[in-house]
């Protein structure tokens, strides 16, 4: 069996080239700041405080390039320390960071296992990597130990329904496979890959696309020899067992049975999320944010923001706010595909005057002001945007760029 640091040293993952840094940012979640702030901190974290983070199996840098130059960008202070098994993986990191020309990152080689070791954070980015360990809650327990008090998780990881026939070709290549130079694995898992029939559930997942992407995404998906995804049951109880809780999945309208069954029935909220992981089925990976068990840390805030509070400073993630009120203007439903989901928002065409004016530093209150909306009407348009939008991580709440201009907002996505 080639080992896990074997395969991320033969293939990085996930594919990345440095000279890319000059033409894009790659963003996603978790880990946005502004996600972040909305998940963790309800929207209130004073950002002039130096954020210290640790993003614990980073790979080829995604999370460490994304969380690194936006903070650059807002400018807040902070300090971020990258760890990762594979050389050739941090090689690749340290190199999208100085192609950046960013600062306040430090880089180890070696397992989120000695997270405890290198400090305490604020924030912890642990994304596609738990699901790979020899002993999972392991990892969970080691992370919770290096949390500093108030702070949380972003993490991801694998879901088995919207993985279907994933495991059982991992399972053949493996046993075909087996003692095969991860490159000679490779090239002749291709080639049995070309020979599977059209009925196996893994050519009738149209939601897995990695393999098609690259070597490493094939390596990745296909060859791994340590993948164990997890239903929402066993990450909840998991969280349970190792010191954690969960703040929220960054898409909660994946996990709301009611938006399946028209009612959410009186089944305590796990059973319903389960329920609804199971009648969905295109559930890849579960992308949530964490903290501290309740016993363990009595937060003063709580968790989620709210846009329906007159201070909090509204953002749109993945919409162009004028692209958006133009449509709502023309009275048009807004048709949205995410996370394999499809759903139609619908709003009143006088939100429009709100959503376009949401620039990620006026306040929810500013902006009702400035459309010409009493409070009571702009308080119930808020209602309904938040609604609308926030169960599909559309709309956040985050003072992060308040009075740092244009210019910040837009250079950190």
């Known amino acids: 069996m080639v080992s896990v640091t074997e395969h991320y040293d033969a293939y990085p993952y996930p594919e990345r080239d440095p000279a890319d840094e000059a033409k894009r940012l790659v963003i996603g979640s978790p880990s946005h700041p502004v996600e972040m702030d909305h998940h963790l901190w309800a929207g ?3 950002w002039s405080r130096p954020l210290r983070v640790l993003v614990a199996g980073g790979g080829t840098g995604d999370g460490v390039v994304q969380l690194a130059q936006t903070l650059a960008s807002a400018g807040v202070p902070h300090e971020i320390t990258y760890i990762d098994l594979s050389h050739r993986a941090r090689a690749i990191a340290e190199a999208r960071i100085e192609a950046r020309g960013l600062t306040g990152v430090r880089f180890e080689t070696g397992s989120l296992l ?10 912890i980015d642990c994304c596609g990597v738990l699901h790979h360990l020899p002993d999972p809650p392991a990892g969970f327990r080691a992370l919770r130990a290096a949390l500093a008090p108030g702070g949380g998780a972003g993490i991801m990881v694998y879901a088995p329904y919207g993985r279907s026939g994933v495991y059982p070709l991992q399972d053949a290549f493996g ?3 087996e003692g095969l130079a991860p490159e000679e694995r490779l090239a002749a898992a291709r080639a049995m890959l070309e020979r599977v029939p059209e009925g196996h559930p893994f050519r009738s997942n149209s939601h897995l696309v990695d393999h098609a992407a690259s070597d490493a995404g094939f390596y990745d998906l296909l060859l791994h020899g340590q993948d164990r995804p997890y239903t929402v049951t066993e ?7 190792t010191g954690w809780q969960l703040a929220s999945f960054t898409m909660p309208a994946l996990y709301d049975l009611s938006r399946l069954t028209g009612h959410g029935g009186d089944l305590p909220e796990r059973a319903r999320m389960a329920a609804a992981e199971k009648l969905r089925g295109t559930i890849k990976t579960h992308v949530a944010y964490i903290v501290a068990a309740a ?8 968790g989620t923001a709210s846009c329906r509070e007159g201070a909090s400073v509204p953002h749109l993630r993945g919409a162009d706010p004028r692209a958006l009120a133009k449509a709502l203007q023309a009275g048009k439903p807004l048709p949205i595909t995410l996370a394999g ?8 065409k006088a939100a429009a005057a709100l959503i376009a004016r949401i620039d990620g530093r006026s306040s929810v209150a500013e902006i009702t002001r400035a459309s010409g909306l009493d409070p009571v009407a702009g308080a119930s348009l808020w209602a309904r945007i938040e609604d609308q939008l926030a169960p599909w991580g559309l709309l956040l709440c985050s003072g992060l760029y308040r009075g740092r201009g244009a210019a910040a907002a837009a250079g950190a996505g």
């Open 175 to 177: 046993t075909l496979l």
């Open 235 to 241: 990450l909840c109880e998991t969280l349970d067992e």
């Open 44 to 46: 209130r974290r004073d």
């Open 341 to 348: 989901a499809a759903a139609r928002l619908s709003l009143p």
């Open 295 to 302: 016993k363990d840390d009595a937060r003063s805030e709580p």
């Open 114 to 123: 000695d997270a405890p070791d290198l400090g305490t954070f604020d924030y």
